[in-house]
Structures are given as C-alpha cells and as structure tokens.
C-alpha cells in the first residue's frame, strides 16, 4: 500500500484548546483506533512537541507544520510507513523538557536501575501525562519514574494499565498524589 490509497483521519482540538478544555484523550481515542496503514492528521494550537513521543511509543512517526499564527498539522504514520512524511524526517519527543536526573545523560551501570523523579505540580494537562510518558521511554527496563503531580492522574493510570508498566499511587494529605512506575 503507498500513501495515496491510506485512509486519512483528521482531528481538530483547537477548539477544546481555545476553551481550555483537554483533548489528550480525543487524540488517544483517535490513535487507539487507527489502523497500520492510516494517517492521523491533528490540528492544534501549537507545536504538540511532547505528543510525539507519547505516539512513539505508540509506534507512530509524526510531523509537524506551522500553516497559520495559531494553526499547526501534525501528521503521524505507523513508523514503517515513515518515508509518507515528505521528505522522511520526523520530530523527536525531546523538545528540551527533560527529566531531572543526574544521570539522565549516562547509562546506569550494569545491574543498577536508575530512578527519574518529576514534579509535574502546577503543569497544566497534558503536561504532566506526556513529561511521565516521554521519560517512560527513555528509561530501560527496571528503571523507576517516580512522579509528583496535583492529583492522581486518572487518565496516566489508564495510559500504565494499557501499556503494562506497575505503578504505586500514594495520595498526600494536600490532594496531590505521588506515583512510582516501573518500566517492565
């Protein structure tokens, strides 16, 4: 199959986003159901940086375009199909938020796991699903992703359940809740 016989489907969230309301779970809606040779096009706002590498994880490449002052495509294909995207290349899920650890930049020694802590207090969603995700990714298996966030992350731990990865979920007496997550 080439690009031109692909099913398109297309999302526009820019207005959820200019009523402050959260369309990550329309856009998994969308991915959950897309099929190995479809193209997902979403309009946004703005750059959906962090987007990409939740999708990655997902087995999608992605491209991203800005065509107007508050008006960005972004389209993403199963990663076989990635030469789809003009001209091949892709954007990376690292848009400079990386998580804060000392030995994010160095392999942990053989043997040892290596712990990524985030605050993700006061981010407003998706923020702190797609930082928790995006450094997900970035560990090996056995590494931890000990995250704060304002509250218990209803739809991160839906996102874990569907992926595999346990998780701990420590509610704290402010209604912010602490999460351990182990990639398997």
Not at 28 to 56: C, E, W
Request: proline share 8%.
């Amino acid at each position: 199959m080439d690009r031109k016989d692909a099913k398109i489907v297309e999302l526009d969230v820019r207005p959820h986003l200019r009523k402050k309301l959260e369309p990550f779970q329309l856009i998994m809606d969308a991915v959950r159901n897309l099929g190995k040779d479809d193209i997902f096009v979403l309009h946004a706002t703005f750059k959906p940086a962090p987007l990409f590498g939740v999708l990655k994880m997902k087995g999608l490449a992605g491209k991203a375009e800005q065509i107007g002052p508050e008006h960005w495509i972004s389209t993403f294909v199963n990663k076989k199909n990635k030469s789809w995207l003009d001209d091949g290349a892709s954007d990376e899920e690292d848009n400079g938020e990386r998580a804060s650890s000392a030995a994010d930049n160095e392999p942990a020694p053989i043997g040892e796991s290596k712990v990524v802590s985030l605050d993700n207090r006061g981010l407003e969603p998706p923020k702190p699903m797609i930082r928790t995700l995006s450094a997900l990714d970035r560990c090996r298996p056995g590494d931890e992703v000990h995250i704060h966030n304002d509250r218990v992350p209803m739809f991160l731990i839906e996102e874990l359940q569907t992926l595999g990865y346990p998780y701990t979920v420590e509610e704290q007496p402010d209604g912010s809740a602490k999460v351990r997550i182990q990639k398997p």
